[in-house]
Every structure is written in structure tokens, then in C-alpha cells.
């Protein structure tokens, strides 16, 4: 596949660079071998020979370089597999709460802080 298309690029190369090689002596808009700038005859012939043989050139080096640079298939991707990471944290210890007190006053018939004092002891009442 590579040497049939590199055969038709190198005879397409040819084709053209001879075309251009052997252009008539056209340089501007008034005919064959007539140059409008100095207005003299150039005898039909072109001074720019070395442009289709150039092209040809590069282009059929390109083609043979690229033929024969041996084509790497990429390295499969590295893959690693680390260990899990597994902490050993100590275990938390919860300190019971503290039961919830209400303290009352019998004698007032009423919870702190609604009575601010009390004339016999306070009685903690759970709740």
C-alpha cells in the first residue's frame, strides 16, 4: 500500500515539476515572453527552472522519509495498584451525660428560675 502510493506521488511530482520546467516564457498579462516591466521579448522561456524540480524534490523526500520512518505503537498506559490505606484509629469512648436536673421549691410551688430563691432546701427532680 505505501509503495503504491508512494509510486503515484513521485509520478505525480514529475508530471508536475517537468509542466512547471518547461512553462513558456509567460511573465505578465500581455502574452507569451513578453515582460511588461522592461517591455522586451525574452525569447519565450522562463527564468524560474528551479521550482518544479524543487517542488518534485521536496515533495518525493518527504514521501521516502516518511515510507521508511518506522512507525512505534504508543506503550501501553502503567497502571498501579497501591495498597488500601487503612487507619487503626483508637476507639471513642461516649462519657455518659449527666442526668438532667430540674430543681423545685415546695414551698413556692415553683422550677428555678422562676423563683429566684427558696425558703427551705431546693429538691433536684430528674427529667
Known amino acids: 500500500m505505501i509503495r503504491k502510493s508512494l509510486a503515484a506521488v513521485v509520478l505525480l511530482c514529475l508530471a508536475g515539476g517537468s509542466a512547471l520546467a518547461h512553462g513558456g516564457g509567460y511573465r505578465g498579462g500581455f502574452g507569451p515572453g513578453y515582460s511588461g516591466h522592461h517591455g522586451h521579448w525574452h525569447g519565450g522561456h522562463s527564468h524560474r527552472h528551479w521550482v518544479g524540480p524543487v517542488l518534485g524534490a521536496a515533495i518525493i523526500g518527504s514521501a521516502i522519509y516518511a515510507a521508511s520512518t518506522p512507525s512505534y505503537a504508543a506503550a501501553p498506559p502503567v ?27 415546695p414551698t413556692v410551688g415553683q422550677y ?13 427532680v430528674p427529667y
Open 79 to 105: 497502571i498501579y495498584n497501591y495498597p488500601a490505606v487503612t487507619y487503626n484509629y483508637p476507639p471513642v469512648v461516649v462519657a455518659p451525660q449527666p442526668p438532667r436536673v430540674a430543681y423545685y421549691c
Open 112 to 124: 428555678y428560675p422562676a423563683t429566684p430563691s427558696c425558703n427551705v432546701p431546693w429538691q433536684p
